[in-house]
């Protein structure tokens, strides 16, 4: 079972952030999710709320500010700022980064909300850039933006989100629209669906396993992989160290 840190090391260190993509790898995870955004000026940024004011010390829309003014506030506030000052990273710098170690990156597309202009082929180009298909997986909420995906890259995998209900025959739909993945809410997935994943053969990556009950289901229902706040508990899991 693999494990993929949610927003990075999100449990304790602020999410979406370089600081929190690093404690990750550190802890031994075998890939980082994150969101992607745009910019007023079109940059490729790694925020998950549509606007930023639950996350850092400013308000407003991310796609009414530039990459310069994201630069210029604080994600390090969702923890208190007990890490001081954290930037909202850039996809660009991310990749930059993450090329040097060997995981696995879900790149989660955020046009569930708001739809932006070109963010699929923008986040696609960075991937290319830095050689990256290998080692990625696209996902969304947004299936007209996996397809999208599935359309310019057929060679890197996608995976469809669903969230707060069990998703019917989540195999097959999968299996029909060329969708390599299911990632669906743990707090709802069933055997049932589980099962349904197997016989069309279609891995799941479930989100957001946090509790020992949900990852210790997850391992008895044979999942491929895990999306959780706290990579280090889940790796110290596997390894029996609990």
């Not at 990156?105 to 923008?122: A, D, P, R």
Request: glycine share 8%.
């Amino acid at each position: 079972m693999k494990i993929y840190g949610h927003r990075g090391y999100s449990g304790r260190y602020p999410e979406n952030t370089m600081l929190a993509f690093e404690k990750a790898v550190e802890a031994g995870c075998d890939g980082i999710e994150l969101d992607v955004q745009l910019t007023k000026d079109g940059e490729v940024v790694i925020v998950h709320d549509e606007t930023v004011d639950r996350m850092t010390d400013g308000t407003g829309p991310i796609r009414e500010k530039t990459l310069e003014e994201c630069k210029k506030l604080n994600a390090g506030m969702v923890k208190g700022n007990a890490f001081g000052f954290q930037p909202i990273p850039s996809l660009d710098e991310y990749c930059n980064w993450v090329k040097d170690f060997d995981i696995i990156t879900n790149i989660e597309i955020k046009s569930g909300v708001y739809y932006y202009e070109g963010l699929e082929e923008k986040t696609l180009e960075l991937v290319r850039r830095y050689d990256l298909e290998e080692r990625v997986i696209f996902s969304s909420f947004n299936h007209l933006s996996v397809m999208t995906l599935r359309k310019l890259a057929p060679e890197i995998p996608c995976g469809a989100l669903t969230e707060k209900l069990d998703f019917g025959n989540p195999g097959y739909y999968c299996k029909k629209y060329d969708i390599q993945y299911y990632h669906p809410d743990c707090r709802t997935l069933s055997q049932s669906a589980v099962d349904n994943c197997r016989k069309y053969e279609i891995p799941l990556n479930v989100w957001t396993v946090n509790t020992m009950d949900d990852l210790e289901r997850m391992e008895r229902w044979g999942i491929d992989g895990v999306i959780t706040n706290f990579p280090g508990a889940c790796r110290r899991f596997l390894k029996g160290g609990f």
